[in-house]
C-alpha cells in the first residue's frame, strides 16, 4: 500500500510539474498574439467615438465580437506566430473598416480611417495626443500678431507659429523650430509652394528629405504642415497619410452592392439604409429581388397609422419567407424601438422562414431607437465623393453584363449609356461646388438616371425594330429637358444642359 502511494504521489508531482511547465508555454504563447488584442481594443474604441459624429452609428461590441472572430478564422495561416498575428490584425483591421464605413455618410468616413491610423500610431508609441491635438487645432489658441510675411493670412501664422513650437512624439527639438527664419531666407520658393495647386504632391523647400527620412511619422509631419499652410488641401494630403499607415486598398472608392449585404445579411437581423436627400435604395431592392424569385416585394411607407400594416407584413414574411421594405422609418420612431421585440416574439413562436429579409430605410434621427441600430446591418445611401467614385458606384449597382447586352447594336447603346452615366455624375460632383456649380440646389438623383436610360432603351429598341435613324434630337430634349431640366428653375441653370 506504501509504495502504491509513493508511486501515485510521484505521477502527480510529475503532472504537476508538467502542468505548470505547460501553463508558462501557453501564457508565452498567448502573449504572442496580444498585439492583435490590442489592435482590436484600438479600432473598437474607434467605432465607440464615431458615435459622437453621429448617433446613428451606434454599433454593439457583440457586432463588433462577431467581426473579431470571423477575423482570426478567416485570416491566412502562417508557422510563424509573428507573421500569424501579423495576417490577424491586417484581416481584421479591413473587416472593421469595410463592414463599418459602410454605414458611414461619405463626410465621415475620412474622419473614421485618420482616426484609425492616429490610434495605431499612439498604440506603436509614434505620436501622442498633444500630436493629433496640434493637427486638429493647429493655431487656434495662439495670439501672436507679429506676422512677418505679408502674403500668409492671420491665420497661416498662427498655425505656422504653433507647427514651430511643436514638439513631434515629445522629442527633444522641436522638428519645425527654424520654420519661420527657413521661410524668410528662401521666401520666394515657400510662397510658390503655398500658392501652388497641388502643394500636397509637391517637394517640400528646405524639408523635404529630412520629413522623408523619419519613416515612422513623416507622412503625419507632412499632413500637419499642409494643414497648417493650405488648409484647403488638407482632405487630399490625408488620404496620402492614409495610405502609408493602412495601404493603397483603404483610399480606393468602394461600392457596396445588395447581393453583397444580402449575402451578410440573416433573416432575424434587419438590414438598415441611412438615406441622404435624394436617395432612396427601393428600386434597387426591387430589382435585385427578382433574382430570388421575391419580385415585387411588399413595401410600407411609415407614418401616422401605418403601424399596423408594418407589423401585418413583417409577420408575414417571417411566416412565408417573403421580404419587407420599410421606408421613411425616422417618422414611426416608436414602432422601430418594438422591431427587435416583434422578430424575437415571432422566433419563440416557430422559427423565422430562412428566406425572410426586412429591409429598412430612415433619415438620421437622434432619438432612433439604439436597440435597432446596435443590432441591423447598416449602410449608407448616398452620391459618392469624385467622378471616378461616382461612375464606379453607377456601373456596380446599377448598370451589369446584362444591361448592357439589352439593346442592339452593342456598341452604340454601351456608348450611350455610358455617356449618360457620366453626365449623371458631372451633375452631381457640380452641387458640391454650391452656386459655382447650380445657382439653385436640385437634388438630382438616381431616379433621374433611371428614367432617361429606360427613355434610351425604349427609343433605340423601336428604332431597330423600324429600321429608322436614332432622333438625337428627342433623345437629348427628354434627358437634358425632361429628365434633368424637368427639375431646374434658373434659365442659367438650363444652359448647362
Request: glycine residues 4%; proline residues 4%.
Amino acid at each position: 500500500m506504501l509504495a502504491t502511494i509513493k508511486t501515485k504521489s510521484k505521477e502527480v508531482n510529475e503532472k504537476l510539474v508538467e502542468s505548470k511547465e505547460r501553463r508558462i508555454e501557453i501564457n508565452e504563447t498567448r502573449e504572442k498574439f496580444r498585439p492583435a488584442a490590442a489592435r482590436g481594443a484600438v479600432l473598437y474604441f474607434c467605432i465607440v467615438e464615431m458615435t459622437m459624429v453621429n448617433w446613428m452609428y451606434n454599433t454593439s461590441l457583440a457586432q463588433f465580437l462577431g467581426l473579431f472572430y470571423s477575423s482570426i478564422d478567416n485570416a491566412k495561416k502562417d508557422k510563424l506566430i509573428k507573421q500569424r498575428v501579423e495576417n490577424i490584425y491586417e484581416e481584421m483591421t479591413w473587416r472593421v473598416y469595410r463592414y463599418i464605413s459602410r454605414g458611414l455618410f461619405e463626410r465621415d468616413k475620412i474622419t473614421f480611417k485618420i482616426m484609425i491610423c492616429s490610434k495605431i500610431l499612439i498604440k506603436d508609441n509614434k505620436l501622442t495626443s498633444s500630436d493629433v491635438s496640434m493637427f486638429l487645432k493647429a493655431g487656434a489658441g495662439i495670439d501672436d500678431r507679429n506676422k512677418i510675411f505679408t502674403w500668409m493670412d492671420d491665420k497661416q501664422w498662427l498655425n505656422l507659429k504653433a507647427l514651430s513650437k511643436h514638439r513631434f512624439n515629445n522629442e527633444n527639438l522641436q522638428f519645425f523650430k527654424d520654420l519661420p527664419d527657413r521661410i524668410q531666407r528662401n521666401n520666394d520658393e515657400w510662397k510658390m509652394w503655398v500658392d501652388s495647386d497641388n502643394p500636397e504632391t509637391e517637394r517640400v523647400p528646405d524639408y523635404e528629405e529630412k520629413i522623408r527620412a523619419d519613416q515612422g511619422i513623416g507622412g503625419f509631419i507632412h499632413l500637419c504642415l499642409v494643414r497648417c499652410l493650405r488648409e484647403d488641401r488638407t482632405l487630399l494630403a490625408s488620404n496620402q497619410f492614409i495610405k502609408d499607415v493602412l495601404g493603397d486598398d483603404y483610399v480606393k472608392p468602394v461600392t457596396d452592392k445588395v447581393e453583397d449585404i444580402y449575402g451578410e445579411s440573416v433573416p432575424g437581423v434587419p438590414v438598415l439604409y441611412l438615406l441622404s436627400t435624394g436617395a432612396d435604395p427601393t428600386d434597387t431592392i426591387q430589382e435585385y429581388a427578382k433574382k430570388h424569385r421575391k419580385w415585387p416585394v411588399q413595401a410600407v411607407s411609415m407614418g401616422e397609422e401605418q403601424d399596423i400594416p408594418a407589423q401585418k407584413l413583417i409577420d408575414q414574411g417571417m411566416n412565408n419567407g417573403e421580404w419587407a421594405i420599410l421606408s421613411n422609418c425616422h417618422l414611426s420612431l416608436d414602432f422601430m424601438a418594438k422591431i427587435e421585440e416583434i422578430l424575437q416574439a415571432g422566433a419563440k413562436d416557430k422559427p423565422i422562414h430562412p428566406e425572410f429579409r426586412l429591409w429598412i430605410s430612415c433619415e438620421p434621427h437622434p432619438e432612433f431607437p439604439l436597440s435597432l441600430l446596435q443590432m441591423a446591418i447598416k449602410c449608407t445611401i448616398e452620391p459618392p465623393k469624385g467622378i471616378q467614385a461616382g461612375i464606379f458606384r453607377t456601373f456596380t449597382t446599377m448598370i451589369n453584363q446584362d444591361y448592357l447586352e439589352r439593346v442592339e447594336p452593342y456598341e452604340k447603346w454601351r456608348n450611350m449609356v455610358y455617356a449618360i452615366c457620366f453626365m449623371h455624375t458631372i451633375v452631381q460632383e457640380r452641387r458640391k461646388f454650391g452656386p459655382l456649380g447650380f445657382c439653385v440646389p436640385y437634388e438630382f438623383n438616381n431616379s433621374d438616371l433611371q428614367a432617361s436610360l429606360t427613355f434610351l432603351e425604349q427609343h433605340m429598341t423601336q428604332c431597330g425594330n423600324l429600321n429608322q435613324p436614332y432622333s438625337w434630337k428627342a433623345m437629348q430634349y427628354m434627358v437634358c429637358d425632361v429628365q434633368y431640366g424637368g427639375r431646374i428653375t434658373d434659365g442659367l441653370d438650363t444652359q448647362l444642359f
